[in-house]
Each structure stands twice: as structure tokens, then as C-alpha cells.
């Protein structure tokens, strides 16, 4: 009970601090200039946005429950069972942030969250 | 530099600069995955019993080197994620960075001569096939969004 509690937030949590931090940077803009000087223009600039905020706080909570989760669980049996993230990820995406994912990419990431399953239980 | 539908970046150059985030991101988020993996079994199990206990093990955690060299290589893994989201669809660079799964166990097959068992092997052949079809879409398909001027590097 307690780990399947930890499951469902790491990866609600998880994809939703995604989907927060997505609509963040895509307010920022494509970034094109790498230097280090505009790297860190750009983190102070994202840093000022509310979702930026909202996604990392639920980005976090994701990852101490996941910090949590392997201080019980094997990774053989957290990473599989996290795999999940990659579908909620695609459906958020096109939902929360009108991507469009055409069946070539739906097939993807259902081949990629089948795969990240069976590298770990196998 | 002409601008397209859904990027002011040309479709090649976009691909490549959104290839060179994502090889960087693997990169990153194994190693700090690996250490952050290795200091949490250094630091034992979370005692969730009382608070004392939980103040124990949050005390052993930030006190460990491997932890943190784990969080400093997943912040820079972050970073990296944060400026590709800038341009590219979250649902493509997602999966693409599951790759890091598949390298792993290849990895440890052809540098260590590790054991990999047929359905592990599956796994690796199911991701890396997963990654290609991704990586057949195009990166960005939420349209244009005019850039805020980017002073930080260009003045």
C-alpha cells in the first residue's frame, strides 16, 4: 500500500512538474545562444515565471518520494513500474500543452515504456 | 536564418541541437542516477516511525559525498532539459531520453562482459526501436512563440 502510494505520486507528481516546466520554458522561447553567461540569463528568467515554480516544487516531491521508494524497492521493481511516466507524459502533453503526437510517436513511446519495463524485470 | 512553422531554427539545425541536449542529458541523468542510487543504499532505509528517525536519515543524506555529486550532475541534467523544453515537444524528448535505459545494459554487456538475459536484450531492442520512431517525428510541433530577446550572452 505504502509503495503503490509512492508509485502513484512519483509519477503523477513527476508528469505533471513536466508538463508545468514545458509550459514554463516555451514561454521563455527558443533558446539560441549557449554560452554560459546566457545559460544562466535564461535559468534566472525561467525562475521568475509561477510555473516554473509550481513544476519544480512538483518535480521534487516526485523525486523524494522516489529517493524514498528506493531506500525500500529494489530499481529492478520501481524503474518498470515508473515507466508509465512515458505515457502519462505523451497524454499530458497533448492535452495540457497541444502537442501534436501523430501514431508514429504514440507508437514510439509505447515501444519505449514496453522496453523500459522489460530491461528491468528482465 | 529563416523562419519555419514551428521553429525560427532551420528543421536540420533544430534536430541536431535538439540530438547534442538530449545526448547530454542521458549523459548526465545515468551518472546521477548511479550515484544517487549508490549513496541512498549507503544511507539505508527511511525509518518512517518517527521524527527523529526521519530527521536521521535526512541528516545521513545530505551528509553523503556520493549524494551529492549525484544531485550536481542531475541539476546539470536539468539544465540541460530546461533549454531543450525551450524549442522541443516534451512527448519528444521524453522517450528520447529513455535511451539511457538501453545503454546501460549494452554497456555492461560489451565493456564488462556482463550477463544480459533474452528479455532484457528485448527491452534494449523494444527502446532503441521506440527512440527511432520518436525520433522520425519532428522535435517541435507546437508552433512559433516569438523569443524574448536573449541579452544574457549577446550584448
Not at chain 1, 533558446?31 to 525561467?46: D, N, Q
Not at chain 1, 509561477?50 to 521534487?60: D, N, T
Not at chain 1, 512515458?86 to 500543452?97: D, I, M, P, Q, T
Request: net charge neutral.
Amino acid at each position: 500500500m505504502r509503495t503503490l502510494l509512492f508509485l502513484g505520486i512519483v509519477v503523477l507528481a513527476g508528469t505533471g512538474g513536466e508538463i508545468a516546466v514545458t509550459h514554463a520554458m516555451k514561454q521563455i522561447g527558443e533558446v539560441t545562444s549557449f554560452t554560459p553567461r546566457a545559460i544562466l540569463h535564461v535559468i534566472g528568467r525561467a525562475f521568475r515565471l509561477g510555473w516554473m515554480w509550481f513544476g519544480f516544487g512538483l518535480m521534487a516531491v516526485a523525486f523524494f518520494s522516489l529517493l524514498a521508494l528506493l531506500s525500500w524497492e529494489n530499481v529492478s521493481f520501481v524503474i518498470p513500474a515508473t515507466a508509465l511516466s512515458y505515457a502519462a507524459g505523451a497524454v499530458g502533453a497533448k492535452f495540457f500543452l497541444g502537442e501534436r503526437i501523430n501514431p508514429l510517436r504514440w507508437a514510439g513511446v509505447l515501444l519505449v515504456c514496453a522496453g523500459v519495463a522489460l530491461v528491468f524485470v528482465g | 536564418m529563416s523562419a519555419t512553422a514551428t521553429s525560427r531554427t532551420e528543421p536540420a539545425a533544430l534536430r541536431i541541437k535538439t540530438f547534442v541536449f538530449i545526448v547530454l542529458m542521458i549523459a548526465l541523468g545515468s551518472a546521477g542516477d548511479v550515484l544517487l542510487s549508490a549513496g541512498m543504499k549507503q544511507v539505508g532505509e527511511v525509518d518512517h516511525g518517527s521524527l527523529g528517525a526521519l530527521a536521521d536519515a535526512f541528516w545521513r543524506t545530505f551528509t553523503s559525498g556520493t549524494v551529492w555529486l549525484g544531485i550536481a550532475s542531475l541539476i546539470l541534467f536539468f539544465v540541460c532539459y530546461m533549454l531543450v523544453l525551450s524549442w522541443a515537444d516534451l512527448s519528444f524528448v521524453l522517450p528520447a531520453s529513455a535511451t539511457s535505459y538501453a545503454i546501460v545494459p549494452l554497456l555492461g554487456y560489451a565493456l564488462l562482459g556482463e550477463f544480459v538475459s533474452p528479455m532484457r536484450w528485448a527491452g534494449v531492442a523494444l527502446i532503441c526501436l521506440g527512440v527511432a520512431l520518436v525520433g522520425l517525428t519532428p522535435p517541435s510541433t507546437t508552433g512559433a512563440r516569438t523569443p524574448l530577446p536573449q541579452t544574457g550572452g549577446d550584448d
